[in-house]
Structure formats: structure tokens, C-alpha cells
């Protein structure tokens, strides 16, 4: 596992800083677990927090209990393995998958036709792996219950098909317990999206087929260099992030070069971005974007050249990333651990749930299958969707960012349609024109600040703490879509498509609140919808 530099003068600040923090004892006092590192405030919520530390060890003892479910599955002919899950439940599995090369179907989502299309793929082999700490997470409470309806509408018994990872006395553990679940217990002190390397990475990838004992070999491995003051990786990525971010570099572009390793910077977003995006401050990863070589950009490589580049195997990443997150957070003078404004969304969801209707608003403008609500940058109505586009570009602030937001069926969402008797070269160009990286591309050529994509709702539990908590200079395009076909929730009294709407709504007031400007985009018909979008950005 190696840390190292291409930039000059972020190696003489990360030596610096590292050097300070080795003599204040911070690398020994962290791998021992103390919880005062990040001061008095954060002391109560790093105590409880700190249990990633000795995973590469602890987790081992999962591993007996974890084959034998590999084993019944298999024999039972559950090939076909689904993932409910958000955040850290989600984002770390689908990285080990990826990169062991083997299936994994992720439900990270509210929408109905990417449910929907799970629900209809192969239930007859279906395995469910429920994954929530609290147990109390609205979007996977509702993929476990359409499953269990599903499953028993097929004639086949929930208890076989589905297993629960939660955390010790946790709502979900009572009442997976009650139905007569498999259960597996995490360690209640790591948070979710240092859980990589928890159960709640583990069971999942294993049965989908990953080699998990390799993964805790690996972080095994570089576990004794994380007590070091010298030659200490997650000391010397912790302090270059934290002196980068001090010193005004504060986005941090993720690269990933062809390696074995499929997917990080998806990870890497979520842990850093809601670990560090709070109180004014933060460091704001961006993912799948050319960097604009401006003064306020950090560049990572993961395997790859980087003003920074961090090489190593998987299950040492993880572990060193989540070691300089918490370096990092010292450095910056933030808790690490807490995510004070993800509930706050999650509150207002659920007050909107509770209306007869779904306070929409009026449209600013329908231009076409798009309509445009909230408040639009620079007064004056817009003419058209390109001015709606042009308006939030000009709106970005001095060192801040767009950030694109779609609710929508991240596996579907920017198809685009097939044509009877299309040429290979127009297909080429069609399908390219649909890649959502198309979308925040087409805007990101108009401007020098950074364009972030994010996939709702689950970038709520990732990039949504930082849009919220960290600087004051993000602004925000929302993209909703009319649901044809809906999914209903069982002993719930709101839909999927209801959800999915009312988390967008829920997001858009909390930053409307703090006067960050938000416009959604609803699409009235979603494929057409995506193609005016489309156009509209070619024309800004």
C-alpha cells in the first residue's frame, strides 16, 4: 500500500502537517481508538464510532456463520443475489462486487421501475439481503416489505429468501427476529459509511460470490503501518487531504485508472463528503469529471498518476481511506464521525408523507415535457429550459460548484430508444447522447467550477450531508419524473413513486431553507423529458 505525490508543493504541506500530527501523537492515539481527538465536542459520537479500526480482525469471526449461508444458497440454487441498502450499506458492496467481477443487484433507490425490474428478475433464485444500521431506513423498510409480498404472492416463503444485517436492538433486528430472518449482527461502533468491511460489506458480496477473507487479508496487512509515524499511508492521504482543504484546495477530484479495482471513487465520495461536509467546512469529492485545473482542485488517483495517488488492494483502501478521512477531520477541526444534516431531509420527507397531497407548486415555465419549479437565479421569468440552464451555470458562485441531481431509474433513467433501421453510427451517437455523464458533461464545458451527478435518494446518505452542512457556494439542479406504473408498499400508507417525489421535495426545502438555489426539473414524460434536457444543455 503506497502514498505518494506528484505535486511539490502538496508534498511539503502534507509533510508538514503529518509531521505535526505525529508529534502530537495523533497516529498512535488513533489506531488505540481515542475518541478525544476531534475535541470535547465530538468526543460522545467518536467513542461509539471508532470499532472500523480492528475490523481486518474482528470481522473474521463473521466468516464461518457467512460460508454456511454461502453454502445453502448455493445448494438451494439462490443465484440470483439483491442488495437493499443506502449509503454505506450499499455503495461498499457494490465496489467488492465490481470488482471480484461477480452479479450483485443494488436497490439503493425509491423508483418504481428499477424495483420493479428487480422484483421480475429470476424471484424463483432470489436471495434478499436487508442492510440497514438503524433499522429504521425508509427506503430499504420499503424494498423489504414489497419483497416479502412478493415472495409470498409466489408461493414462496420469505424466511428462506430473505437475510437481515442490522445493528444490535435495532428495530429491524426485533423484527427480523420475529419473522424468523437469518440475522447478522455488525458492530454497533462503526458507522455506516465506515462499514465497509463490517457484515454489512461482507454478507452481501460473499454471496454474490466475492472473495471476503482476501478482503480482510489485505486491510490486515496494512493495519500495523497505521500506528506509525513514518511511512504511515492513511497518515500521510489524512494529512494531504486536510492541508489541501486548508489551503483552499477543497474538491477533490477522484481518478481511477484501469486497475483491478472497479468503482472507489463512488465509495471515496460518500465517506469523505459526508464525513467532512459540516459547519461551513468540508472537502468536496467529485467523481467521473475531467478536472478544470483550477487553484481549489485536489486530483487523486486511485492505481493512477495524481497530484496525489493511492495504489493498493481493495480491502487496504478502504481501510486507509477511512484512517485519512479521520485524519482529515482533525486537520480541519470537524467531527468525522456525525451527519447533522441528513435527518433533517429525512424529517421533512416524512412530514410531506403525512399531507393528503404532495405540496408540488406551480411551474416557473413548462417548456415541453419539462416542467421548472423553485426559485431561478437573476428574478426574471425564464424564456426557455436552455435560459433555465444558462441562469444556474452564471449562479454558481466564486470557488463553488453545480451539483445535478437526478430521481430517477439510474439503470434506465438516459436510455435511449432504439430506432428500426438506424444506422451503427446513429446508434453510436444516440446512446451516447443518453449517458447521464453526457448531461453534466454538456454543463460542465460552460463553466470552470466543478458539476457533481448524483443518483437520489442516494445521494442523501453521500454528497446530500455536504450540499446542506459544508460552504455556502453550491447550487442545485434537481431532475423528478413522472411514475406510469407505480409500486405499492405494503402497510404503508404512500407508494414507491409517492416516496421518491416527496424525498425530492423534502431535499429542496431543506436547501431552499438555507438560501441555496434549487430548481427541479419534472419530467412529464421521462423519456422525452431527457431528450428536451439534453437538447437544452447543447443549446446554452
Known sequence: MSVTFGDENLAGQAAE??????????????????????GPDAEAEAAIRLGWLTLPTTSRELLPEIGKLVERARAEGLDHVVLAGMGGSSLAPEVITATADVPLTVLDTTDPAQVRRALDDRLESTIVVVASKSGGTVETDSHRRVYEKAFRDAGIDPVSRIVVVTDPGSPLEQAAREAGYQVFLADPDVGG???ALSAFGLVPSALAGADVARLLDDAAEVLPLLSQAESNPGLDLGAALGAAAVAGRDKLVLE???????????WIEQLVAESTGKSGKGILPVVGADPNDTDDELIAGIDTDGAVAVSGPLGAQFLVWEYATAVAGRVLGIDPFN????????ENTGALLDRPELPAGTPLLVDGPVEVYGELPGGQAPKDLSDVLTRLLEAIPERGYLAIMAYLDREAAFDAPTAEGASFEEMTDAWSAADPATLRGLLAVRTDRPVTFGWGPRFLHSTGQYHKGGPQNGVFLQITGAVEEDVEVPGKP?????LQLAQALGDQGALAKRGRPTVRLHLTDRAAGIARLLEAAREV
Open 339 to 346: 451527519q447533522p444534516n441528513v435527518a433533517e431531509s429525512k
Open 256 to 266: 481511477d485508472g484501469l486497475s483491478e479495482i472497479n468503482g472507489l471513487p463512488d
Open 494 to 498: 404512500y407508494t414507491l413513486g409517492r
Open 17 to 38: 502537517t503529518a509531521e505535526r500530527l505525529a508529534a502530537e501523537g495523533v497516529p498512535q492515539a488513533l489506531a488505540n481508538g481515542d475518541p478525544t481527538l476531534w
Open 193 to 195: 459509511r465506515y462499514s
